[in-house]
């Protein structure tokens, strides 16, 4: 498997990846989110990376998000700035209950130390079970919780 950021020509797949997620089990995703806005605006910010397979078919995608409704949510620590979220982890069905979410978790947690930043932070929908297992086996703290883009959310903090 390789990490790397994705590429231009990567856009329309991971669309795909995205949509293909839309209405599984303890997903909270719509048909309009995530969408190719987000994915372009991850892109301009080079902060969306894809994991490959052998066959360089993209299997799990994770982003470095910048939204400013969750930047400024008070439960993130003060002592662990500057901090990142990360965000929008999706990754094949076939691939899924196979530790490939918790390796996205942790190269996107390494691109973040190699930017500087001391703590990782991100929400989760409270009804993704799946999700809330990966991130207690990662030891991450739940530090709040918060309702936000009409759902309500667990906040996970981390120290790098």
């Known amino acids: 498997m390789k990490f790397e950021k994705a590429k231009e020509a990567d856009k329309e797949e991971i669309l795909q990846l995205y949509r293909s997620l839309v209405g599984t089990t303890y997903c909270a995703w719509t048909d309009d989110y995530p969408s190719p806005r987000d994915i372009e605006g991850d892109m301009s910010r080079n902060a969306l990376f894809c994991l490959r ?9 994770i982003s470095i ?54 703590s990782v ?3 989760v929908c409270k009804t993704n079970q799946k999700a809330i297992r990966s991130y207690d086996k990662l030891q991450f703290d739940i530090v709040g919780e918060c309702e936000l883009f ?11």
């Open 53 to 61: 397979d052998k066959e360089h078919d993209i299997i799990g995608v």
């Open 65 to 118: 998000d910048k939204d400013e409704a969750v930047e400024i949510l008070p439960c993130w620590s003060k002592q662990l700035q500057p901090s990142a979220e990360l965000s929008r982890l999706g990754v094949k069905a076939e691939y899924q209950n196979k530790g490939i979410a918790r390796k996205l978790l942790q190269y996107g947690m390494e691109e973040l130390k190699k930017q500087g930043k001391k």
């Open 121 to 123: 932070h991100f929400l």
């Open 150 to 160: 009409g759902e309500s959310f667990w906040c996970y903090e981390k120290a790098l």
